[in-house]
């Protein structure tokens, strides 16, 4: 006996499928959004949340970020500054900034919800890049599985860098990717970019280059990548 399932019409609509998947996404992450900070790895999300805090109060410094720990525990040395160099500031900066917009929620929910959005953004670059290689119907399971994994639900809506670390190296990577296709400047541009400031905030970002350093190699081989500029810049 052939058992037919007729499956719903909007269900085979890719944009309805796909923005479905994003919505999901966010619902699932505003679960106790106002939760104050002493979940798992709370220690680290104090000392993120700490210097966007500092950035709230004393104005925005990029290079010389502090929070509220003088004590030699972090670091072993003597630090009465209570100086954060651990890595470059962007989120904070984004967390201050997106709370000075939005004052009605508390400082904590902002910061998630930051962390959110890059979040939101990081699946839909993971749809693009999937798409891209595999089709439509991966790039809609990678999306889906992405934000909907248990593990990666925490992990992209607390108040720390990796999120937007993350959304920095998938987007940067597309648009490599579209350079590899296209071969415009901008993209690669924008690539540099992107991914500059993936390493900068968190440093073993580095390892999404591998696919951009292949490409090359492959395209112009080892010796005209080292010692012919024109490859690089046209």
Known sequence: MNLKIKIPGFLTNLKTVFWAIIILGLIIRLYKINT?????????????????RYFLRDGINMLEPRYHDISRV????????????????????????????????SFDAVGRLVSIVFALLSSVFLYKISTFYFGKNVGILSMFLYLTLPFNIFFTRVILPEPLAVMLGLSGLWFFIKYSKEEKLSSLFIFSILMSAAILVKPYLVFYNIYPVYFFLKKYGYRKVIVKKEVIIG
């Open 36 to 52: 104050p900070l002493l979940d798992w790895h709370s220690f680290r999300q104090v000392d993120t949340a700490s210097v966007s």
């Open 74 to 105: 972090q670091s072993g040395m003597f630090n009465p500054e209570g100086y954060r160099f651990v890595e470059f500031p962007i989120y904070n900066a984004i967390h201050s900034i997106t709370y000075k917009i939005f004052p009605i929620l």
